[in-house]
């Protein structure tokens, strides 16, 4: 009785480290790359696993720690670098979590466009229509598409994009 025990506390280790390892080698170590490859990132800390650690077809992209140095600018480029970084794969969905809770979801294919179109697309453009793309987690479009006059647009997608980095983490940062 006792072996069978040893064999299968090794077997569930034996798993748990591949889970792990599997999620390290196929998004965590891609996101690892893209922030070490711009100074900008300093600050930055982020991790990146499967959906449940074994569903392939989601990735969580969970900011952990974002430094008083860093912008919202910042966060947003580490999150497209990552995208680049992963752009070949392809995802159902990918969620955008801060220290482990879920608070938006992208659409896998919208997260690719953004990686093809890094560095190529202006990124004002990316920036400003981003928000639209969001949905909350209960699978509700998190913000409105908006038309009419080009400054009022514009106004407008600003104050989503910002509202999306209050909601998503930066209200999380300020002590209460």
């Given at each position: 009785m006792r072996r069978v025990l040893v064999s299968v506390t090794l077997l569930l280790i034996?798993?748990?480290?591949?889970?792990?390892?599997?999620?390290?080698?196929?998004?965590?170590?891609?996101?690892?790359?893209?922030?070490?490859?711009?100074d900008r990132n300093v600050g930055i800390s982020a991790r990146a696993h499967f959906g449940s650690y074994v569903n392939s077809s989601i990735i969580v992209?969970?900011?952990?720690?974002?430094?008083?140095?860093?912008?919202?600018?910042?966060?947003?480029r580490a999150?497209?670098?990552?995208?680049?970084?992963?752009?070949d794969n392809r995802y159902s969905r990918v969620q955008l979590a801060h220290r482990g809770r879920t608070k938006f979801i992208l659409t896998g294919a919208y997260f690719a466009q953004l990686g093809a179109e890094?560095?190529?697309?202006?990124?004002?453009?990316?920036?400003?229509?981003f928000p639209e793309h969001l949905y909350r987690p209960d699978g509700a479009p998190a913000y409105?598409?908006?038309?009419?006059g080009v400054l009022g647009v514009l106004n407008k997608q600003m104050e989503d994009f910002n509202d999306f980095h209050?909601?998503?983490?930066?209200?999380d940062l300020i002590p209460k």
């Open positions: 034996l798993l748990g480290g591949a889970v792990f390892g599997w999620n390290y080698l196929a998004v965590g170590r891609p996101l690892v790359q893209a922030l070490d490859r711009d992209f969970d900011l952990r720690s974002v430094s008083s140095q860093n912008s919202p600018m910042d966060v947003f999150l497209l670098q990552f995208a680049a970084a992963v752009k890094y560095g190529d697309q202006n990124p004002t453009y990316t920036l400003r229509t409105a598409t908006w038309t009419g209050r909601k998503w983490y930066i209200d």
